[in-house]
Every structure is written in structure tokens, then in C-alpha cells.
């Protein structure tokens, strides 16, 4: 798998898998590759307390009983819906989860509004359809359908970008365990094996673009990702994250953990002026989440290491940040300017360290986008 861009998590972590499968002695519902018990280890990592002969690496940082929650609801009859901030981990838990119970984290439907209801349930292969007629096998199943016959999980992503009517596709899927192909005169359902469930997400930011029904919300157990705030927490996630940039690059390039936390602190600085200001107009449209803060910093890692820099320095980092989140202009920039002057130059004068070079490199770029 190392010739792919991103390989799948059960892919990625095949290894883990394999060794936690082997000494997984705990009872497993259904068709599930491990215990609740081990998901919840694969996910957040183990301790000292676990007493394994080898190490689990924490692969989603947050709150525990986010976990947990999940994990039970897949192991019930309801299907998952993670719901949250954008860049709160929503995507990464989901594949986490699937990776984790049946070993294929693969059968996701993303929704658009171009999403249909064949890619929810199933369509045809034409030139099969013209030449032998409809049958099971010129009927190309979707991932949700090929989830349900070999008892694994499928995916929704961003169910809430996808319209009514391909929303409600999933309540008879979800409440009955079964898709009717009514163009067939025989074996004309697909039922659900045990094992089968579905994990959706939905960006809490999109309410009111497609808001679910009544019916397909009883069909779902809400788990709410909180956004992290616990400013160790997320330096351990965008650490986590550079390490495997760095990794994949194959780059040898220090993170200083005085410029990580500079950026932490920007980001935080940030979302406080943005929860006190007046209108959206005096905000930036960045929703300044972790993956953001992940962004930025690839994108001053890459540039240090492309561009002649041996080292990632505060100018690089400023440069960064301001290019990665001047999306409106001349707006965002505006605000950006307001914060450099009003709270990194008086912190550079007090603290000194790398604030000084960090004002410097954002009053550059600033000056070069205006």
C-alpha cells in the first residue's frame, strides 16, 4: 500500500489489526472482526493499565464517551450519525470504527446534491441489461447495498448535503434491513446480514440546507463531536498529523514546539474575536478548526522544505496562516491585519520569543494580497 496517496485505515494499520485480532478474547456482536472492547482500544490507543506486549497508537483524539457511544450504537439496530463542527474528526472516526469492525472502511456514499437514489441502493449495467436482460447480475449494487450483503458498514458522508427524497432512500434501508428491486420477478430483495450498519455524518454548520426528517432521525442515534478546545489535546492531534505528513514526504524537518504553540495560540485568539464579533461580516469565513490548524502547517512544512528553508520559522508560518485563511478579500484580510496589530504586535513586545518574525512574515503577506 505504499504507492497509494492515502491507504485505508485497515489498510494502514493491517498490522495492528491482525495482532489485535489474534489476542482479542471478548465477545463480538454479530459478524464484527473485534470486541467493543478492542474498537474503543484500535481508536484511542492503549496505557500501561491494558498490560499489551506492544503499543496502540491513539489514532482519533477526543472525548472517550464520544467513543464508547458509538461503538454501542453500532453494535444496536440503529444506525450512527456523527454530528459536529467541520474539521471536528467526524470522517476519521467513522473510518476508524469500520476499519476497526469489519475491516473495510471502503463503502461510503458521499452526499451532494447530486447525489441519487441509485447510489444509495443500487443501478444497472446497460450493455448487460440489453444483451441478457435485468438479473441480479447486471444490477450493480451501491456501497450501502454491498454493505448490507456481506454484513459490514456502510457510510454516509455529509448526509445533510444530500436532498429529501435521497435522505428518506435510507429510512426503509435503516428500519427494515432491506432493499426491494421491484424490476425483478425473482429474488428480488436484498436483505441485510447481521453485522450491517450505517455511520453518517453531517457538518452542524449545514443546518437548514436539507434538514432530515422526522422519520430518518429516529432511525439514527445522534453523537455529537464536540470541537476541541483543550489546548493539549489538540496539540497532540496536529502533531499527530504532522508526524504523518513528514513521514509521507519523507521529510526531515523539525516542528519546534515554540512555533506549534504559536499557532495554537493564533487559532485560539482567533475563535475568541470571532465569538465576540458583531456579524459574520467582522469574522473570518475559516471555521478556524483543527484541521485548519493542520493545513496551515503543512503548508509552512512543504514550503520550508520546497523552497530553501532548512528549518520552519515564524515568518514561514505567518505566511501560512494568512494565505490559508484570507478567503474573502478584502474582508478577511482586514480582520486578519486587525489581528496582527491589536494582539500579536503588543504580545511581540511583551513575550519577544518568535512573536516578533511571526508579525513580521503576516504584515508581508498582508501587504502582498492587498
Known sequence: MSDLL??????????????????????????????????RLFVLGSDRSDGL?????????????????????LASDRGLLLIGDPGTGKSWL?????????????????GTAGTTEDQIKYSWNVSMVIAKGQSRESMIPSPIMTAMETGAIGRFE?????????????????????????????????????????IATANS??????????????????????????????????RFRTEELLRRHSIELDVPPTLL?????????????AVSAGSDDEK?????STAEQIGVLEDAILHSNFFGETALTARTLASSLVGSLARRQPEDLAILNKYLHGVVEPRSKDEGGEWPEFLDGGRDTIATLS
Not at 504553540?261 to 474575536?273: E, G, I, P, T
Request: cysteine-free; overall charge negative; charged content about 30%.
Open 158 to 198: 455529509e448526509l445533510t448535503r444530500s436532498t429529501s427524497d435521497v435522505q428518506d432512500a435510507l429510512i426503509s434501508i435503516l428500519s427494515e434491513k432491506y432493499v426491494s428491486v421491484p424490476e425483478l420477478d425473482s429474488d428480488n430483495i436484498v436483505f441485510a446480514k447481521p453485522g450491517f450498519s450505517v
Open 284 to 288: 473570518l469565513e475559516s471555521a478556524l
Open 6 to 39: 492515502r491507504a485505508p485505515a485497515e489498510h494502514k494499520y493491517a498490522d495492528e489489526l491482525d495482532w489485535l485480532e489474534s489476542i482479542d478474547t471478548g465477545p463480538k456482536p454479530f459478524a464484527w472482526r473485534l470486541s467493543p472492547k478492542t474498537v
Open 94 to 110: 467513522a473510518e476508524l470504527l469500520a476499519a476497526a469492525i469489519s475491516r473495510n472502511s471502503t463503502l461510503v456514499v458521499q
Open 205 to 238: 454548520r449545514d443546518r437548514g440546507v436539507n434538514d432530515l426528517s422526522s422519520a430518518l432521525k429516529r432511525r439514527f442515534n445522534f453523537v455529537r463531536i464536540p470541537v476541541v478546545t483543550n489546548k493539549k489535546s489538540e496539540a497532540e492531534i496536529v
Open 261 to 273: 504553540d504559536v499557532l495554537l495560540r493564533s487559532f485560539a485568539d482567533l475563535r475568541a474575536a
Open 53 to 73: 506486549e506492544r503499543e496502540i497508537a491513539q489514532k482519533w483524539f477526543g472525548d472517550r464517551s464520544v467513543v464508547e457511544r458509538a461503538i454501542v450504537t
